[in-house]
Nanobody, 125 residues
Framework: QVHLVESGGGLVQAGDSLRLSCAASGRTFANYAMAWFRQTPGNEREFVAAINWNGFIKYYGDSVNGRFTISRDNAKNTVSLQMDSLKPEDTAVYYC??????????????????WGRGTQVTVSS
């Protein structure tokens, strides 16, 4: 079983950049497709970005496409989310998630069976 721990959240100003990291324990990290979701109070989790096991396929949510970049390092068991040109509407708790069972890269929350506890990102205007 892989366990996920997010880090890198914080308080930044609009237009700034921030890099989130997700560290995975366990020896099967490379078997997982990985994704980032975010959630604000009272709302469902929103898809942000996903990356397949070897990093060759990446998907982005419409609201972050062109500003965020997902990457992974299987040798270090990490997946990262580089967030540039941040906006106040990017404020949320960001979650790292892993999917070992789907045949294709997924954008839906239900496809991901392991989750981190989240890290808060706050963007001030």
């Amino acid at each position: 079983q892989v366990h996920l721990v997010e880090s890198g959240g914080g308080l930044v100003q609009a237009g700034d950049s921030l890099r989130l990291s997700c560290a995975a324990s366990g020896r099967t990290f490379a078997n997982y497709a990985m994704a980032w979701f975010r959630q604000t109070p009272g709302n469902e989790r929103e898809f942000v970005a996903a990356i397949n096991w070897n990093g060759f396929i990446k998907y982005y949510g419409d609201s972050v496409n062109g500003r965020f970049t997902i990457s992974r390092d299987n040798a270090k068991n990490t997946v990262s989310l580089q967030m540039d040109s941040l906006k106040p509407e990017d404020t949320a708790v960001y979650y790292c998630a892993g999917d070992q069972t789907s045949a294709t890269l997924r954008k839906t929350e239900i496809a991901y069976e392991i989750w981190g506890r989240g890290t808060q990102v706050t963007v001030s205007s």
